[in-house]
């Protein structure tokens, strides 16, 4: 798999040079980059370490290169337990850990993925191809994307397709019951950005997945039938979901952005999403951003807290609380820092920006997490 | 429920909604040149207010741009060489900022180090009156202060043709100064 | 009836829409706290969380609208 990931690494910083010299004799004119940290832990002492590295090149003939590399690290805790003890079994999702004898039952388990991501936008045209690797799993992806301004620049009409595949191949443990597969995504969406006045914007948009392929977790059992079996969720699922954003500017230097979103899905499971977020400037260099979103989703139909039998409903299971019903809440801040009357006379730094945000979520679940995100922007 | 014949309503109701977005802003009652030429314009440094006809007799390019947008911020150091070299050959370039914010106007002109003639007036103001179709928007004045050159965009070529024919009436005077002097 | 009034929403939503905004009015809308730039990055980054936390998915990308510059 890392070799994989290293040749379609080449892949795309070869396309991109290709891009690049394809259009020499073009003045490249501005270059920006951001690094961002994001940090995630929850309740159950799981931590996500993520590192953004973006780079984007603009050309003078309205090209622009993008690329990204992203790196992430989790930690799942360990357990002070002998696998396949009623310990080594999570209470709440019945999923066994992949830790084995083999690999030290009292080690924490640690998975890394690195992902990169390259992509070339015109004005109305814009693609790319994606790919992360981990040591189970490898995605790719590839997209294209078309919008167009209308009514005098008023109404922005985007439109575009994607299609990922992901090769799945579970760890050689030997609480691993499930097999390896293959996933297949197809991805729509279409988008209208109207502009109601010089201080107001409506967006409304629509986006269809479809996913076929392997779609449980292969490490994961569920107790059916007083037994533990391996989870089994239906091959095909179809998911829509529709969004709308409000953006408001207020008088007082200060915006509104207000969201909604419904998702459902041919599992059953619906959702509603609504977010509102105020941004408000402290002085010309600092912004300050707080926000909140309040989640509900109702249940898929084969989920049960229960099995009564090892067949499940219609022959699926799931010990995938995502699937349950349950509501969420999310709340926090960000701050952004213009650092260009710090550094006005280094060229260089003159447009750098800081980030520091933290939030907090937490669901009807018990579940709780804390998030936290610095980063930096730089142009030049 | 009959669903079809709803949906049929709701199209008609959109596409008469729709139909209605377009272009309604009043245009100017009086002929551009003259609004051009009278209308009071503040200088970036607080300075005593400034109206175009003062520099008949002078090339005059007048050009539209705000800090928010990026084609504006690109072609105004050129437009500043072009400033530079035509002072001397009578010859002027005036940026007017319709920024809402005048201090991120001041902000770049000053990290830019223009020197040429930088008005600020907001979006309500000149922009307004002439119902500019783009940002950036440039005219070309001639020496008697009528618009010889309308130019939306800020392209190589838009850029080139701007040039060239400031360049054209800035010959055209240089040559009639000579041939003054001949007759004397 | 539900149908009915998510479309009227809809159409009056867009009739403000009539008034046509000018491109030299449009400063406002390209202030880094309306843009929505940023935002569709951090969304994005926030979407590979929240997927791994919930069971829906989307609503984070988009082109945003013109500036009416040339």
Same mark, same amino acid.
């Given at each position: 798999m890392q070799v994989r990931a290293c040749l379609c690494f080449i892949t795309v910083l070869s396309l991109s040079l290709a891009t690049a010299s394809v259009c020499r004799g073009v003045t490249p004119q501005e270059h920006s980059a951001a690094y961002t940290l994001h940090f995630f832990s929850d309740a159950d002492d799981v931590k996500v370490m993520t590192h953004y590295g973006n780079y984007d090149l603009q050309l003078d003939n309205e090209l622009a290169l993008g690329l990204q590399w992203t790196h992430d690290v989790v930690v799942i805790p360990a357990l002070e337990s002998a696998p396949q003890s009623p310990e080594a079994i999570d209470a709440i999702t019945t999923a066994s850990r992949p830790i084995s004898s083999e690999n030290g039952a009292f080690e924490d388990f640690v998975k890394a993925r690195e992902s990169f991501e390259g992509s070339l936008r015109a004005p109305h045209y814009n693609t790319g191809y994606y790919l992360s690797t981990e040591s189970d799993y490898f995605a790719q992806m590839l997209w294209v994307g078309y919008n167009r301004d209308l009514w005098n620049d008023n109404l922005n009409l985007s439109t575009g397709i994607s299609y990922a595949w992901d090769d799945i191949q579970p760890l050689d443990d030997a609480d691993t019951t499930g097999r390896g597969g293959k996933l297949q995504t197809r991805h729509w969406n279409v988008i209208a950005t109207q502009i109601l006045s010089p201080t107001t914007v409506f967006r409304l948009g629509g986006e269809i997945n479809a996913v076929r392929g392997l779609q449980h977790d292969t490490y994961r059992n569920v107790y059916a039938g007083g037994t533990n079996v391996p989870e089994r969720h239906p091959d095909r699922r179809s998911r829509y979901d529709v969004f709308c954003r409000l953006s408001q500017y207020l008088h007082s230097r200060a915006s509104v952005k207000l969201d909604y979103r419904f998702y459902t899905d041919d599992w059953s499971v619906s959702s509603h999403a609504t977010t509102a977020k105020l941004s408000q400037y402290v002085n010309d260099a600092l912004v300050v951003n707080y926000?909140?979103?309040?989640?509900?989703?109702?249940?898929?139909?084969?989920?049960?807290?229960?099995?009564?039998?090892?067949?499940?409903?219609?022959?699926?299971?799931?010990?995938?609380?995502?699937?349950?019903?349950?509501?969420?809440?999310?709340?926090?801040?960000?701050?952004?820092?213009?650092?260009?009357?710090?550094?006005?006379?280094?060229?260089?730094?003159?447009?750098?920006?800081?980030?520091?945000?933290?939030?907090?979520?937490?669901?009807?679940?018990?579940?709780?997490?804390?998030?936290?995100?610095?980063?930096?922007?730089?142009a030049f | 429920m009959c669903f079809k014949p709803n949906l049929a309503i709701f199209a008609v109701r959109l596409c008469m909604v729709l139909s209605g977005l377009g272009p309604t802003a009043a245009l100017a009652d009086q002929d551009a040149d003259e609004i051009l030429a009278s209308y009071p314009l503040s200088p970036i440094d607080g300075s005593q207010e400034v109206v175009l006809s003062t520099y008949r007799g002078q090339v005059v390019l007048v050009n539209f741009w705000a800090s928010w947008c990026a084609p504006c911020l690109k072609?105004?150091?050129?437009?500043?060489?072009?400033?530079?070299?035509?002072?001397?050959?009578?010859?002027?370039?005036?940026?007017?900022?319709?920024?809402?914010?005048?201090?991120?106007?001041?902000?770049?002109?000053?990290?830019?180090? =223009?020197? +040429?003639?930088?008005? !600020? *007036?907001?979006?309500?103001?000149? %922009?307004?009156?002439?119902?500019?179709? @783009? =940002?950036? +928007?440039?005219?070309? !004045? *001639?020496?008697?202060?009528?618009? %010889?050159?309308?130019?939306?965009?800020? @392209?190589?070529?838009?850029?080139?043709? !701007?040039?060239?024919?400031?360049?054209?009436?800035?010959?055209?005077?240089?040559?009639?100064?000579?041939?003054d002097e001949d007759a004397k | 009836m539900k149908l009915r009034c998510v479309m009227g929403l809809l159409c009056v939503l867009f009739l403000g829409g009539c008034t046509a905004v000018r491109p030299y009015q449009k400063g406002i809308l390209a202030d880094p706290i309306m843009s929505s730039a940023d935002e569709t990055a951090m969304a994005m980054r926030e979407l590979k969380w929240l997927e791994a936390r919930e069971g829906s998915t989307g609503g984070a990308g988009g082109a945003g609208g013109g500036c009416a510059c040339k």
């Open positions: 926000r909140y979103r309040y989640y509900t989703q109702v249940e898929a139909e084969f989920f049960r807290e229960e099995y009564p039998s090892i067949s499940g409903i219609d022959g699926y299971l799931t010990g995938d609380y995502r699937l349950g019903g349950f509501g969420a809440h999310l709340f926090g801040f960000l701050v952004q820092w213009n650092m260009k009357q710090l550094f006005s006379d280094v060229d260089f730094l003159s447009q750098t920006r800081l980030r520091f945000g933290y939030e907090r979520y937490f669901n009807s679940n018990n579940f709780t997490a804390n998030i936290m995100e610095v980063g930096i922007d730089l | 072609e105004l150091p050129v437009m500043n060489r072009w400033h530079e070299s035509w002072r001397e050959r009578g010859g002027r370039v005036a940026a007017i900022s319709v920024d809402h914010h005048a201090y991120r106007a001041v902000q770049f002109a000053k990290d830019a180090g =223009l020197t +040429l003639d930088i008005y !600020l *007036d907001g979006p309500d103001g000149l %922009a307004r009156q002439l119902d500019i179709p @783009s =940002l950036p +928007l440039s005219y070309l !004045l *001639d020496r008697s202060g009528r618009i %010889a050159l309308t130019v939306c965009g800020s @392209s190589k070529q838009d850029l080139a043709e !701007l040039e060239r024919v400031a360049e054209g009436m800035l010959a055209a005077k240089a040559s009639t100064d000579s041939l | -």
